[in-house]
């Protein structure tokens, strides 16, 4: 079995701190992903990686970056986090290669408060 | 870029009744449609995809059909049970590309 796993279920955040955001996937996937989950709008994409140190902006880059400095973590970092950020935050991890290279497999996700 | 629409953003049906849920792509280069299932409180999980060299795939009681002409797919889930209840969301993806772009999901209630 995939396993992906979110370093947190719950974070509480005050304005202007910076957050990390950690994720672990234990199947040598090529591809990670952050996605941001919001009523009404879906599974929005941040960003993604594609290799260790790649990386790749996807719909909703803007006040967030990203690390992979090893295959297995991928981290999402908010420099200053605002209340506008507060949201449910989505791993995911794939091959990247093979007949299954598109297949996505999520973490339990983190809420993010911002106050 | 690739945009996908679903609908309906909400559905209820009674239990043993039919859902089907309905998306639709605008880049006529995708070629993979994955559905995806959040259970309240849970991570999603891949249920059943599909590729473009086919037009139907079953498994079970949920089956997905494309229609490329008409770029669009949709889910099917036949006699429905309450544990059928969760959101659903569609997406789409092209060869070149690794990235899913999602609908923004339908949420089924299953009244028993």
Request: proline share 4%.
């Amino acid at each position: 079995d995939v396993k992906v796993t979110q370093s947190s279920r719950y974070l509480v955040k005050r304005t202007g701190e910076k957050v990390f955001l950690e994720c672990v996937q234990d199947m040598d996937h090529e591809n990670m992903f952050w996605y941001r989950q919001d009523p009404g709008l879906g599974l929005r994409l941040i960003y993604f990686s594609y290799d260790v140190k790649m990386k790749e902006k996807g719909d909703i880059p803007e006040g967030y970056s990203v690390s992979r400095e090893k295959k297995e973590r991928f981290s999402l970092i908010l420099e200053s986090a605002s209340t506008n950020q507060t949201s449910m935050y989505l791993c995911a991890s794939g091959p990247g290669q093979g007949l299954a290279k598109n297949i996505q497999y999520f973490g339990a996700g983190t809420r993010l408060s911002v106050l | 870029g690739e945009n996908v629409e679903q609908h309906p953003s909400t559905l209820s049906v009674q239990e043993g009744d039919s859902a089907v849920i309905k998306c639709t792509y605008s880049d006529s280069a995708s070629n993979y449609f994955p559905w995806y299932k959040q259970e309240l409180g849970k991570r999603p999980q891949l249920i059943i995809d599909i590729r473009s060299n086919v037009g139907e795939k079953k498994d079970q009681r949920i089956a997905v059909t494309l229609n490329k002409t008409a770029k669009h797919f949709s889910l099917h889930i036949t006699e429905t049970q309450p544990e059928d209840s969760a959101v659903y969301f569609c997406a789409a993806s092209t060869l070149n590309t690794d990235k899913l772009i999602f609908g923004t999901g339908t949420r089924l209630q299953v009244f028993p």
